[in-house]
């Protein structure tokens, strides 16, 4: 029987020191969609117990190698330091890195964009890569360089990263960055930017002239836009996207509109057949901003299909997408009963009642998603799990910003062994507060960021 820990085999030093990492438990990639505003797993000291564990003596450290590390870096003279002083061992071991650099007015840009690149080459491991923040942001119209006349570097200086997530509030910014960076990746998956679905044609060409003349690699991609309102057939940008990213099976789209909440722009709504309690007519409409009457039954039921047709027609055009998201919200004509909670005033037996509602409401909504997902599943094929959006107390407010909550039902297309398939709705959806949903990424104007930039402090 091992009496100390040096008596453990070296599997099971390993296995222990597995388990004290806390980055082997963060998933890939820690970021989530523009509308689930969780804090950054980005964390120092996820590594700790692990750093800890390994110095204790030379076979700990020869068992445990560093690795996994995590990297924040909010100042210029921090990446300077990590660039010209941080051991290649340590260097070698960052996999995540949030970068939160705000730009200066005494650092050129033309300095700036190199010096990212060399650091970013030092690190051959990183595997996901959160920028909030980037010295390179400055768009002055008629100054000697903007961020967009950069070129990407010719190097492929992040040959592993598998995850960006784009998250500076400068608008300019979420593009001309994917412009820089994109080429130099040549394995990148996951991909969280701001882009009204647009991407530059010029960038992904270069990418595939690196890379075997293959397309982009992206399979999941988090994108937040203010246009989805817009024609697919109508609009050239939109119509060319499925094209630039033909590997994509996992596609969130967050609506927004001031004041930057969940806005969804595709409404779907169901009535029951008068006739047949179990069979439903649903409607689908898009605009430019939640519409609520429409949600609320209370304009004219329009049969026109041409919309959904046009849509449905668009995602079918993802070849490989499996999951979807579009911020489309569902409503059906009752209301969700409301629960207001409980006090010394009431009955026990409100309790029951209020429960029972609620419990008949969602059985009938249920049914409703359940037509218009088998619906949607018949447009697109190759789709197996998709979301509706459900709001929650818009009837008692004139204005569509003051949504109190949203849940999230997943439904789900379950394959039996024939080939048939059927359609399974989530029995307990997602609930969140609509402020939750708050996400400035993408919406601040170059003029308003400039009033804001620092001098670079001196050392």
């Known amino acids: 029987m091992p009496c100390s ?40 000291e996820v590594s700790k117990d692990y750093m800890n564990f390994r110095s204790t003596c030379r076979k700990m450290r020869n068992l445990c190698p560093a690795k996994n590390l995590h990297l924040i870096i909010r100042r210029w003279d921090r990446l300077l330091d990590w660039t010209l002083k941080a051991p290649p061992a340590i260097l070698k071991a960052v996999r995540r890195v949030e970068m939160g650099i705000s730009p200066y007015k005494n650092l050129s840009i033309i300095t700036a964009w190199p010096t990212l690149v060399h650091f970013f080459s030092l690190l051959p491991n990183l595997e996901e890569l959160i920028i909030v923040q980037a010295p390179v942001c400055h768009h002055q119209p008629g100054s000697v360089t903007q961020t967009s006349d950069l070129t990407p570097s010719p190097l492929n200086f992040l040959p592993r990263l598998l995850a960006l997530a784009l998250r500076t509030e400068c608008e300019i910014c979420q593009t001309d960055l994917y412009n820089l960076l994109i080429p130099s990746m040549p394995v990148i998956k996951y991909l969280k930017i701001t882009s009204q679905l647009y991407y530059s044609p010029e960038t992904h060409s270069l990418w595939s002239e690196r890379n075997g003349n293959r397309p982009v690699s992206i399979t999941h991609l988090y994108d937040k836009t203010l246009n989805l309102f817009a024609s697919p057939v109508a609009d050239s940008q939109i119509q060319m996207f499925p094209d630039q990213v033909p590997f994509l099976e996992t596609l969130i789209i967050h609506c927004s509109t001031y004041p930057h909440k969940t806005d969804p722009m595709h409404h779907m709504r169901a009535r029951q057949c008068p006739n047949n309690g179990d069979h439903w007519n649903s409607d689908y409409r898009v605009s430019e901003q939640f519409d609520a009457p429409f949600a609320l ?12 047709r046009e849509w449905m027609t668009y995602f079918n055009r993802f070849e490989k997408l499996k999951v979807l998201d579009w911020s489309c919200c ?9 629960n207001f909670g409980f006090n010394r005033d009431c009955k026990a037996w409100s309790k029951d009642i209020t429960s029972d509602r609620v419990e008949d409401y969602e059985v009938e909504l249920r049914s409703a998603m359940r037509h218009a997902a088998t619906r949607i599943f018949k447009a697109i094929p190759t789709l197996q799990v998709g979301y ?21 039902w997943e439904w789900k297309r379950i394959v039996e062994g024939d080939g048939s398939w059927d359609v399974e709705i989530s029995r307990i959806p997602q609930h969140f507060d609509a402020e939750f949903t708050l996400n400035e990424e993408g919406t601040v ?4 960021i400039r009033r804001t930039i ?6």
């Open 297 to 308: 039954f209370e304009d004219i039921i329009s049969l026109d299909e041409s919309q959904f």
């Open 454 to 459: 620092p001098n670079l402090p001196s050392n």
């Open 5 to 44: 820990l040096l008596d453990l085999t070296d599997e099971l030093i390993q296995d222990v020191a597995f388990h004290l990492h806390r980055d082997n438990f963060i998933p890939l990639p820690s970021f989530h969609p523009h509308w689930s505003n969780f804090a950054s797993e980005i964390d120092h």
């Open 445 to 448: 104007e170059w003029p308003q």
């Open 330 to 338: 569902f409503t059906i004509e009752k209301l969700r009963p409301r």
């Open 388 to 408: 509706f959006w459900e709001p929650d107390g818009f009837a008692e407010y004139d204005a569509a910003s003051d949504i109190a909550e949203w849940y999230r």
